[in-house]
């Protein structure tokens, strides 16, 4: 009898809950459970030319326009202050024939008292939210905030990206982010000055592979995507002062042929001496 009374108890309790939970808990869509969990936090962007400047201003988002002296006064004209900080750097960092790495770890040397920074390519033209095996445009401050939100919960996450939009494709089923694989062009990166850029080409990649090294996790969501043209197509930039001076290897790290790419890993690979990861 006691038994049965105790059972008769517990259901009555368990009851109770689920009509509490019933009641009480907020019905969410998919999407809208997206919005409602990742929260608009403090983001400080970072990038390097002024493509994407648009789309962070149409979308109120505080950011700095980070340009080299030569192209001041140019950008001084075009861009707009509203939430836009222009930060001219301190020497014009082609001069050193490095790419983008000299303005980059200026841009995390400046920042350490941030713990993390977007960097931004300029050639991005727009994000993309997959939802549903579709992807959709994108334009809120969830691009940025969500991928922040879920890395705030880990003390061992190295580089932090979006995936590259033709890399994720529609109709299928796709984790929600890659693990120890490369980074690029749309970076959160640790202003930690354990690692810097080091390289001309390929910064990004190299960049990635060290983190890994060191133990860190390397994470590309693809819940959101950027889509941008292919490095060297667009004028201004790496495209004016590097790409167009070394087209012939810019074509056999990043162009389409596989086999071109293959055959200058194996050829080099045996000479490679000082390697430094």
Request: charged share 25%; hydrophobic share 40%; with cysteine.
């Amino acid at each position: 009898v006691l038994l049965v009374v105790l059972l008769v108890v517990l259901l009555v309790v368990l009851l109770v809950v689920l009509l509490v939970v019933l009641l009480d808990f907020p019905k969410f869509t998919e999407e809208e459970f997206f919005l409602e969990l990742f929260v608009e936090l403090e983001v400080f962007f970072l990038l390097s030319f002024f493509v994407l400047n648009k789309l962070l201003t149409k979308l109120l988002i505080p950011h700095y326009l980070f340009v080299e002296p030569f192209e001041y006064e140019l950008y001084k004209e075009w861009y707009n202050p509203a939430n836009c900080n222009l930060i001219k750097a301190p020497e014009d960092f082609h001069l050193q024939n490095m790419g983008s790495t000299p303005m980059r770890n200026y841009i995390l040397d400046d920042n350490e008292y941030c713990s993390r920074v977007w960097m931004l390519d300029d050639n991005i033209k727009c994000y993309k939210r997959l939802y549903r095996g579709v992807k959709n445009p994108i334009e809120s401050p969830e691009i940025f905030t969500s991928v922040e939100k879920y890395i705030s919960k880990y003390d061992n996450v190295g580089l932090v990206s979006h995936n590259f939009n033709p890399f994720v494709v529609e109709g299928g089923c796709r984790n929600i982010m890659c693990k120890n694989g490369k980074c690029y062009s749309s970076m959160l990166v640790p202003t930690d000055p354990e690692i810097r850029f080091k390289h001309k080409h390929q910064e990004d990649n190299f960049i990635s592979i060290e983190y890994i090294c060191k133990g860190y996790t390397n994470l590309c969501f693809n819940h959101i995507c950027y889509d941008k043209n292919t490095s060297g197509d667009d004028d201004g930039g790496n495209t004016k002062f590097i790409y167009k001076k070394d087209q012939d290897l810019i074509y056999t790290l990043m162009g389409n042929d596989v086999s071109l790419r293959k055959d200058f890993i194996v050829d080099n690979a045996i000479n490679v001496s000082n390697l430094d990861i």
